[in-house]
Nanobody, 126 residues
Framework: QVQLVESGGGLVQAGGSLRLSCAAS????????MGWFRQAPGKEREFVAA????????NYAAFVKGRFTISRDNAKNTVYLQMNSLKPEDTAVYYC???????????????????WGQGTQVTVSS
C-alpha cells in the first residue's frame, strides 16, 4: 500500500511557475507508475502527466506539453510536477496517484490508479 501527500500548491500570477511534490510512504514506491491529475471547479478530473516506475518514460496531456515536466526520485520516494508558464485555466486541485497496472495502456486513465493523495490547490491569477 502507498500513501501519497502532495505539497507545493499556491497562488501565482499568470506566466509564473510552481513545483508540486508528492511524497509517498512505503518501500515499494519505485515499483509504481505515477500520475498527476487535476480537477477544476465544476469540471471532471483530467489527466495531466505520468511517469513510469523507472522514470524512463513520461507522457503529458496536450494542453501542458512544453510547459509542465514530471519527474521522480525513487531514492526520495517523491514525484514532482514542474509547472511553468502557468495560465488561469490551469487553476485546479492537483492530485498525484499511483498504479501498478501496465503503464503504456493505463497511464491516462484515472480509474486505473489505486492510490490517491488529498490534492493541493493551484490558483493562477490573470
Amino acid at each position: 500500500q502507498v500513501q501519497l501527500v502532495e505539497s507545493g500548491g499556491g497562488l501565482v500570477q499568470a506566466g509564473g511557475s510552481l513545483r508540486l511534490s508528492c511524497a509517498a510512504s512505503g518501500r515499494t514506491f519505485s515499483s509504481y507508475n505515477m500520475g498527476w491529475f487535476r480537477q477544476a471547479p465544476g469540471k471532471e478530473r483530467e489527466f495531466v502527466a505520468a511517469v513510469i516506475w523507472s522514470g524512463g518514460s513520461t507522457n503529458y496531456a496536450a494542453f501542458v506539453k512544453g510547459r509542465f515536466t514530471i519527474s521522480r526520485d525513487n531514492a526520495k520516494n517523491t514525484v514532482y510536477l514542474q509547472m511553468n508558464s502557468l495560465k488561469p485555466e490551469d487553476t485546479a486541485v492537483y492530485y498525484c496517484a499511483a498504479t501498478l497496472r501496465y503503464y503504456y495502456i493505463e497511464y491516462a486513465k484515472d480509474g486505473s490508479y489505486d492510490y490517491w493523495g488529498q490534492g493541493t490547490q493551484v490558483t493562477v491569477s490573470s
